[in-house]
């Protein structure tokens, strides 16, 4: 018989490809991920990794095993949670990260009723973008996210992760009322080639959607301003500075002077709920069900 948690660092160790990122999922020591591993290959009879430059892989033994592995914690994780639920009681820490336009639309409010329904839940809440908060958490660190995907830029999100689309919005070209083009009623992308933009910085979903429908009609779009928020890009373009490419969500509040026209082609956003299928708990089923009922996506 196979001890479960040695099949549980089995199936980390396989996920994040190596025994230290394993290791960090489950945050444990390194040398207690070999050790848990050294007694799995006893119990196993087979040697279930082998050197591979400066670290080891998975030998076909291991591969089988862990396909095994992963059923196995899948299923644990579920009787975990379907006990959890016969209590129906929410409680316990909730790690909460997503961009900043996406927590404002729809959290708070969301937060402020979850915590009145369940005094014992205890969440927390970072901002930031996709690219750097997706990765902490695949490790574990976060247990739900807020993360945006455009419709020209699809997100890529890594293998064991589930996923609920909250709001699908459109997407505009903010740009002072005194610009020579504030008065069209649709902007072709293809025109704005000698425009002057502002946008989130580089290797954020903002960014490289506008890079991407940009670079599609022809022109590369010189990016003067890398500025995080919303509010400041907007700033930036009520001045006559530049222009800014940003979502329905983003758009509020708008300082004086500022015109939001739809683009030729069209673009989109969506905003998703993220978070680990295998660690479903019941106050990340909560709140994604909250949100999704604030956003008015309800099953």
Known sequence: MFNLERLRVLDAVAVHGSLAAGARALHITP??????????????????????????????????????????VAQA??????????????????????????????LPDVLASLTAAHPRLTPTLVDGEGVDMIPRLARGDLDLLLVESWTNRPVRLPEGLALRTLAVEP?????????PLA????????????????????????????????????????I???????????????EGLTLALLPEAGQRPAPPGVRFLPTRPSLGR????VWRARAESPAVRACVGALAERAGTRD
């Not at 949670?81 to 996406?102: H, K, Q």
């Open 77 to 106: 994780a579920a009787a975990e949670a379907d006990l959890a639920d016969l209590d129906d009681e929410i409680l316990g820490p909730l790690r909460l990260g997503g961009v900043g336009s996406a927590l404002r639309a729809l």
């Open 171 to 179: 997407v505009h070209v903010a740009l002072s009322e005194r610009h």
């Open 270 to 273: 969506e905003v998703m709920a």
């Open 183 to 222: 008065d069209r009623g649709t902007l072709d992308l293809a025109a704005l080639g000698d425009e002057i933009w502002t946008s989130c910085p580089p290797g954020t979903e903002p960014y490289e959607a506008l890079l991407q429908a940009m670079r599609a009609q022809g022109p590369e779009p010189e």
């Open 31 to 72: 040398s207690g991920v070999s050790q848990q591993l050294a007694k799995l290959e006893r119990e196993s009879g087979h040697r279930l990794f082998e050197p591979h430059g400066r670290t080891v892989r998975l030998t076909h033994a291991g591969r089988v095993l862990a396909a095994y592995a992963a059923r196995v």
């Open 224 to 238: 003067r301003y890398t500025v995080s928020e919303f509010a400041t890009q907007l700033a930036l373009v009520a």
